[in-house]
C-alpha cells in the first residue's frame, strides 16, 4: 500500500508564506507525476501544481510567480512553496501523485492524501 501524508499547512497573514511537504511510502518502484490540488469551501477541487519525474512543473496561473514545487526523487518527497498568500489562497491541499508500485506497474495508480488546511487571513 501506498500513503500519501502532507504537512505544513496553517494560519498565515496576507503576504505572508508557507511551505507545503508530502511525503509518500510504502511500496514504491517510482513516483511519475506528483503535485498538489485545492479545495476552497463551496469550490470545486483545482490544479495548484506539479511536477513530473523529469522536472516539468505545472502551475495554475492563479499561483504562477508566487508558488513553487520541488520534488526529492530520492525521499519520495515534494514541497510547495507558497509566497505573497493571499486569502483567495484559503483551501484543503491535498498531495497528489502516481505512483508505481512494482517495474511491471507501467501506468501505476493514482493517490490522493487527506489534505493540510491553508487559512490565509488577517
Known amino acids: 500500500q501506498v500513503q500519501l501524508v502532507e504537512s505544513g499547512g496553517g494560519l498565515v497573514q496576507p503576504g505572508g508564506s508557507l511551505r507545503l511537504s508530502c511525503a509518500a511510502s510504502?511500496?514504491?518502484?517510482?513516483?511519475?507525476?506528483i503535485g498538489w490540488y485545492r479545495q476552497a469551501p463551496g469550490k470545486q477541487r483545482e490544479l495548484v501544481a506539479t511536477?513530473?519525474?523529469?522536472?516539468?512543473?505545472k502551475y495554475a496561473d492563479s499561483v504562477k510567480g508566487r508558488f513553487a514545487i520541488s520534488r526529492d526523487n530520492a525521499k519520495n518527497t515534494v514541497n510547495l512553496q507558497m509566497n505573497r498568500l493571499k486569502p483567495e489562497d484559503t483551501a484543503v491541499y491535498y498531495c497528489?501523485?502516481?505512483?508505481?508500485?512494482?517495474?511491471?506497474?507501467?501506468?501505476?495508480?493514482?493517490?490522493w492524501g487527506k489534505g493540510t488546511l491553508v487559512t490565509v487571513s488577517s
Open positions: 497528489n501523485a502516481r505512483i508505481r508500485s512494482t517495474s511491471g506497474d507501467y501506468y501505476g495508480m493514482e493517490y
Open positions: 510504502g511500496t514504491i518502484f517510482s513516483i511519475n507525476a
Open positions: 511536477i513530473t519525474a523529469g522536472g516539468i512543473r
